[in-house]
């Protein structure tokens, strides 16, 4: 039997409510719960009704639907949203993402969209209304999102830790920072991927000089059929050993997954993760339905800042996301890409002062300035990560890039010292009392 998916509309305009509801009734597995004519009533009404999924309209009277999507994500965590408006532009979908939003579908709403969007959203909640299910007596508290939890869902016997390395801003040094880290990570008796969820202008063939038969396209429309044979097919292995899993082509496939299968990657990557002891995953700064389900499932996101004001206040933006999100704060690993700038000697913008605006400590980071750059550049041009490329690792930067994977290696495969590990129990201990079972 499908779940019946609760559904609360909340638009200003009562005859766009009347018909979206007709239209939704044409669908068993919907059931429209409640309507509401604001923001207001709308956040309200979510409370009272606990809907698996609200419709909610941009421009509305009294409090439009930025506010009330940020109001309704903290009070019922379990609430998927799907923000529609008439302005159709980057700004508009950013803006409503930022407020909590999981879908964007501009005005006029295509019903088959919706239907399938309201599906998408719903089943990407499933493992946040599992761990909410677990959670008596913590109503309208944060439901963290155990990584431990995907893991049972697939028969792979490896860690499965999923390390997202994104950045709100383009051009910060994700794809270089993902590259080395997943090569950083491997060791013997470690199986590491590394995957381009950068759909439209993923650098990671470039990168890697690596190109491939088969893509994430090939695996988008039906990911239920992704087994480990498919898998080792699709998987292109580069001359250093790295195993990566390449984005589409054409710019043209990729629209076509973030229109029709935006939820595709993380399905892949929660399919797929207790094969791998790491999953790395590159993606694009634009915060959307392809990143944010990325985010949600990750053991840790490593977010790039570079030492720049628009960078910093973007950072400070998605962190607040993060923490309406409820996203522990040890899952984010703020990492600092180009520190120490020396072209930029005065106007960089020092570690200390990112800590001080973002209110969290700068947890990795990596040196910018003229040699490392061309360093950088020299390992792209090679096709080769620049930890494989360079035998001695003793020098910046390939030092710092070999310390940031052994520091990542280190907080979630633990070390192996009895101290290390025992505070690794305690800190797991601490975890599961927060989830309620022991
Ligand atoms: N620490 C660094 N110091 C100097 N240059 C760097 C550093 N890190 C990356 N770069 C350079 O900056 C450029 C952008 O890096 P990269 O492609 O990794 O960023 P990105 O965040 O993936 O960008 P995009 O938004 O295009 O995906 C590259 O040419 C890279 O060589
Ligand atoms: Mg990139």
Request: glycine residues 6%.
């Amino acid at each position: 039997m499908v779940d019946e998916i609760k559904i609360l509309l909340v638009d200003d305009i009562a005859e766009t409510r009347e018909s979206i509801k007709k239209l939704l009734a044409f669908e068993t597995d919907f059931k429209v719960v409640g309507s509401a004519g604001n923001g207001r009533e709308g956040v309200e009404l979510a409370k009272e009704l606990r809907p698996d999924i609200i419709i909610m309209d941009i421009n509305m009277p009294d409090m439009d639907g930025l506010e009330a999507a940020s109001l309704v994500t903290k009070a019922v965590p379990t609430v998927g949203v799907i923000m529609m408006s008439v302005q159709n532009d980057s700004d508009y979908m950013q803006r409503a993402m930022l407020a909590g939003a999981r879908f964007f579908l501009s005005k006029p709403v295509n019903m088959d969209k919706l239907y399938s969007t309201i599906r998408s959203v719903y089943e990407q909640y499933e493992i946040i209304r599992r761990q909410y299910e677990q959670m008596q007596n913590n109503v309208g508290g944060p439901v963290l999102i155990d990584p431990d939890d995907l893991k049972k869902e697939n028969d792979g016997d490896r860690a499965g830790h999923i390390i997202v390395v994104y950045s709100p801003q383009g051009g910060a040094g994700c794809t270089t920072i993902a590259t080395n880290l997943a090569s950083g990570l491997m060791r013997e008796g470690v199986k590491v991927l590394l995957i381009d969820a950068d759909l439209q202008f993923g650098d990671i063939g470039m990168f890697l000089n690596l190109t491939a038969q088969s893509t994430i396209a090939d695996i988008a429309e039906d990911v239920e059929e992704l087994d480990t044979d498919f898998l080792d097919n699709i998987v292109v292995t580069h001359d250093s050993g790295l195993k990566s899993l390449l984005g589409p082509a054409r710019p043209a496939l990729a629209d076509e997954i973030r229109e029709n299968y935006p939820d595709a990657v993380r399905e892949i990557v929660a399919k797929i993760n207790t094969y791998y002891d790491f999953i790395v995953v590159d993606t694009a700064s634009t915060l959307d339905a392809v990143n944010i389900p990325l985010l949600d499932i990750a053991t840790k996101i490593m977010l790039v800042v570079n030492p720049t004001l628009p960078s910093v206040k973007n950072s400070r933006l998605v962190l607040d996301l993060f923490d309406q999100l409820a996203y522990p704060q040890e899952k984010v690993v703020l990492t600092l890409n180009r520190a120490n700038d020396d072209r930029r000697k005065g106007s960089g913008i020092t570690s200390e002062r990112i800590e001080n605006w973002l209110k969290r400590p700068v947890s990795a980071q990596i040196p910018g300035g003229e040699n490392v750059e061309r360093a950088v550049l020299h390992a792209i041009n090679k096709g080769i990560p620049l930890i494989a490329l360079e035998r001695d690792h003793s020098k910046s930067p390939t030092r710092d890039y070999v310390d940031l994977a052994n520091q990542i290696y280190a907080s979630l495969m633990g070390t192996g010292t009895e101290d290390e590990q025992e505070q690794e129990t305690e800190k797991r201990g601490g975890l599961s009392s927060i989830f309620g079972r022991r």
